[in-house]
């Protein structure tokens, strides 16, 4: 990425185009050369490393009940594609081992930015698990680690001092800015409405809004020059960003 440009990072891959969170669409989110990629990690009952954002299947595939309850073996037997369209029928739950096989193998040089989603389930063990399954390999880009959960991040910087972490909220906006002050964090992922209400009143630190998909809401962050931006249309956002910030 050309330096000084607002990064792009594809939100669950390109969740406004393929159905989110599946190879499709982190696949989507490397063919429209996004400069990062978002996405989500939950533990199975056979505590495994799931991508998906939601805590349940319900909505994303054509199952029902928790992650938590479910085995990898069971997971893999859903389909994650149909419900977004059927061209996508036959799409799978990935594991954070398959997505990061895929970046090897794409030769990605971005940012991976992984979700603890961890603020409504405790997975008591995840931030180890993930720091194994991102420690015992040689990527060749850079990860950043967020959540909403607080206690996550302690817990994910006790184990990866030397990582990147940044707090997400919609308007949290002190808790989150305790946590800098503990160099905890080095950046803040809120709410692109925050954002839009606090323009005359940002801090200095890494900011990547989450979600900006108008246009208006591109321009408004590519004009401020912001650290990125998270959106479910990395390539309508690539191609603003180049209007306005050239690169």
């Known amino acids: 990425m050309?330096?000084?440009l607002t990064e792009v990072i594809a939100h669950r891959g390109s969740k406004g185009t393929r159905p989110e969170n599946t190879i499709a669409a982190f696949q989507e989110a490397i063919d429209a050369r996004s400069d990062g990629i978002e996405t989500d990690v939950h533990l199975s009952a056979d505590r495994q490393l799931i991508i998906m954002h939601d805590e349940k299947v319900n909505r994303t595939t054509n199952g029902t009940g928790l992650i938590v309850q479910k085995t990898l073996a069971e997971l893999k037997e859903l389909d994650a594609?149909?419900?977004f369209s059927p061209a996508y029928k036959g799409e799978r739950?990935?594991?954070?081992?398959e997505l990061l096989d895929l970046l090897i193998t794409e030769k990605f040089h971005g940012v991976l930015n992984i979700e603890l989603k961890t603020n409504k389930i405790s997975y008591v063990g995840i931030e180890e698990l993930v720091t194994e399954t991102i420690q015992k390999r040689d990527l060749p880009f850079k990860v950043i680690y967020s959540s909403f959960n607080g206690e996550s991040i302690r817990k994910m910087h006790e184990l990866n001092p030397d990582s990147e972490y940044a707090k997400l909220f919609k308007t949290a906006y002190k808790n989150a800015m305790l946590m800098k002050k503990s160099?905890?964090?080095q950046g803040i992922h809120p709410s692109v409405k925050w954002v839009k209400r606090h323009k005359y009143l940002l801090p200095n630190v890494l900011i990547r809004p989450w979600t900006v998909n108008a246009e208006s809401d591109m321009v408004f962050c590519f004009n401020r020059r912001m650290t990125g931006i998270i959106t479910d249309y990395p390539r309508k956002a690539m191609t603003i960003r180049k209007e306005i910030q050239g690169g």
């Open 81 to 83: 594609g149909y419900k």
């Open 93 to 97: 739950v990935p594991t954070l081992d």
């Open 2 to 4: 050309t330096e000084n």
């Open 183 to 185: 160099k905890l964090i």
